[in-house]
């Protein structure tokens, strides 16, 4: 696992910490939080000091100090990581977010690992009632989830690099034709096996991807 420096140096190479709220980061926790049904979701980025907000639902703050943060567990691991009853586990039953508010008690959150290897923050749910463990296909949704979040920051990270990050938008129409004929091919290959929960989720993707060819023509 790459240690502190190394999550340090590319959260400063992806040029994310402080950045003003952004529509893709907001849909994603709005997503998340619908998905879970928890009134609490965000994409948490941890730097050396803090867990900062780039995204957030259901919280007034924007930080919070890494001594009180479940997301800095999380990215010590590869896998999601859940908290059924945060009153229960001695690892946070005495974190002032747990004892007051916002009285964290359920919390699930899935590491965001770049292309580098670089864990460097997570995407998370909460609540204020305890749960249950998360279940194989919710598992799955929040790591679906992760790597959306990772990709949106790759493309952020892409585009800036080719000139387009101050408001200039790139023609994303060859992009997304690319992307169309994909998921098409994907969905064949879903077809083929018989994955049919897989093929309904892929056919959801293929609606909007084709509502978002449609509006660029």
């Not at 800095?72 to 896998?79: G, L, M, P, R, S």
């Not at 989830?145 to 585009?159: G, I, M, W």
């Not at 690099?161 to 969905?187: F, I, N, S, T, Y």
Request: proline share 5%; glycine share 6%.
């Amino acid at each position: 696992m790459m240690d502190e420096e190394d999550r340090l140096a590319a959260l400063a190479r992806y040029d994310l910490l402080d950045t003003p709220p952004e529509r893709t980061f907001d849909a994603l926790v709005e997503t998340a939080a619908e998905r879970f049904d928890t009134p609490i979701s965000t994409i948490s980025l941890i730097d050396a000091r803090r867990q900062w907000f780039k995204a957030r639902i259901g919280l007034d703050i924007g930080e919070g100090p890494i001594e009180e943060s479940f997301c800095a567990k999380v990215i010590e691991q590869d896998d999601v990581f859940v908290v059924p009853d945060a009153t229960r586990d001695d690892r946070f039953r005495d974190y002032p977010n747990v004892t007051g508010g916002p009285g964290i008690r359920f919390y699930a959150g899935a590491p965001l690992r770049m292309r580098d290897g670089a864990r460097i923050g997570t995407i998370c749910v909460v609540d204020v009632e305890p749960r249950g463990d998360l279940d194989a296909e919710e598992r799955l949704a929040l790591e679906d989830l992760a790597r959306r979040t990772v990709a949106a920051f790759e493309l952020r990270r892409d585009l800036r690099a080719a000139g387009h990050g101050d408001g200039e938008l790139p023609d994303v129409r060859p992009w997304l034709d690319q992307a169309g004929d994909h998921l098409a091919k994907a969905w064949a290959a879903l077809d083929l096996v018989g994955a049919t929960a897989e093929l309904a989720r892929l056919e959801q993707v293929i609606v909007e991807v084709d509502a978002l060819r449609l509006a660029r023509r």
